[in-house]
């Protein structure tokens, strides 16, 4: 009899409406009306049944643009800020490059990296400040170093970066000629939040998403700013020549049109989940919270001291209680054994989950598990 493993994604995906969806750092929090009216309009107009504008809805790229403040740089519209991740990194990068990166970070960027022939040079974070400094950067450098990535707030760990730290950090960029990748998805949950590109606008290619701020990460849409020469190299790796899908443009335009009336209670409720799931995971005896506050819509919950392995942990919440959260080792070759993320961007009764689940899955699994004991 062949067995086979779980599938954490498949089974919550099959119970999409009994989850608390915990997971993958997504938005539950923004009024539906803010894109209903727009996207019924245009499935009535049947909008769909045509191709977009091939370089995107003007008032679409100039809301990004507005959003982000970074005046002197082009938009570009991908499917999803991953996309923007790939292009950049297939066509700025060479065999043999290196690009200063983080442990933990978001290792989807690293493997795209790699499929460029490069590889990344991975600072240990995992103590603190649980970011990188410009002086770590600075050491880091050798003569192969082509491009330093900067993800701010940082995916899993919920850090950011004071602006006098993105400032140095810039400014190494420019002083060495690097390429600096300002990946900045969380940035509307960070108060005071600093754009590199600000500081090194040569250097600079920062990638943007809705799926996060404007809850809209099924659509899948996002993009990147850059000056227009070093964009131009970019965009020769697009895939999308014939436009960004439709119906995510409209309701983009619909999010961002509004956004100033909505994203402050968004973030005010986000950041009250972050003080709950921290009051929880410090009720659990082995459970700590690296980084508190968050500032981003995600956290890490250290469970090492728990004996309960990450994983094991994720199924059993699952299974067990319907709350879907993330097993580091997505997160962190080194340092994924240790804890699990879980995200808060979700209505109260989500966290009311949590707080009932976590505990109890922690005492179910300590007692299954012999490191545990």
């Known amino acids: 009899m062949s067995f086979e493993p779980f599938n954490a994604f498949r089974y919550a995906h099959t119970h999409r409406n009994e989850v608390a969806w915990l997971s993958q750092n997504t938005n539950h929090l923004v009024p539906p009306e803010v894109v209903r009216g727009a996207l019924e309009e245009a499935i009535r107009e049947r909008v769909y049944e045509g191709y977009p504008l091939a370089s995107g809805d003007p008032e679409l790229l100039e809301l990004a643009r507005t959003d982000l403040g970074l005046d002197g740089m082009t938009p570009f519209l991908t499917g999803g800020g991953t996309e923007s991740l790939y292009m950049l990194a297939r066509a700025l990068l060479a065999p043999g490059d290196e690009v200063i990166a983080t442990d933990p970070s978001y290792l989807i960027i690293h493997r795209f990296v790699e499929l460029s022939g490069a590889r990344t040079v991975n600072l240990d974070i995992y103590a603190p400040p649980y970011r990188l400094t410009a002086d770590r950067v600075r050491d880091a450098i050798t003569p192969k170093t082509r491009m330093i990535l900067l993800i701010d707030p940082l995916n899993p760990l919920g850090s950011g970066y004071p602006r006098e730290e993105v400032r140095a950090i810039a400014e190494i960029a420019h002083d060495h000629r690097l390429l600096l990748l300002n990946d900045v998805t969380y940035r509307d949950f960070s108060e005071g939040h600093a754009l590199a590109g600000e500081f090194a606008p040569e250097e600079t290619v920062t990638v943007w998403s809705v799926s996060k701020n404007c809850g809209l990460a099924g659509l899948r849409l996002g993009g990147l700013l850059a000056r227009p020469k070093l964009l131009a190299e970019i965009t020769r790796y697009n895939t999308n020549d014939l436009g960004v899908n439709v119906l995510a443009q409209v309701a983009a335009r619909a999010a961002?049109?509004?956004?100033?009336?909505?994203?402050?209670?968004?973030v005010r409720q986000t950041r009250e989940n972050d003080r709950r799931v921290r009051a929880i995971a410090a009720a659990v005896p082995g459970a700590t919270v690296p980084v508190p506050p968050s500032r981003a819509n995600m956290t890490v919950i250290d469970i090492a001291g728990t004996g309960v392995p990450p994983e094991p942990l994720q199924e059993e919440l699952l299974r067990?209680?319907?709350?879907?959260?993330?097993?580091?080792?997505?997160?962190?070759?080194?340092?994924?054994?240790?804890?699990?993320?879980?995200?808060?961007?979700n209505p109260p009764g989500d966290i009311d989950r949590f707080a009932r689940a976590f505990p109890e899955s922690v005492r179910a699994l300590a007692v299954r598990t012999p490191a545990a004991r």
Do not use: M
Request: charged share 25%.
């Open 320 to 345: 067990r209680h319907g709350v879907f959260v993330r097993a580091g080792n997505y997160l962190s070759p080194k340092h994924g054994v240790r804890f699990v993320r879980v995200s808060f961007s």
């Open 256 to 266: 961002l049109r509004t956004k100033a009336k909505w994203i402050g209670e968004v």
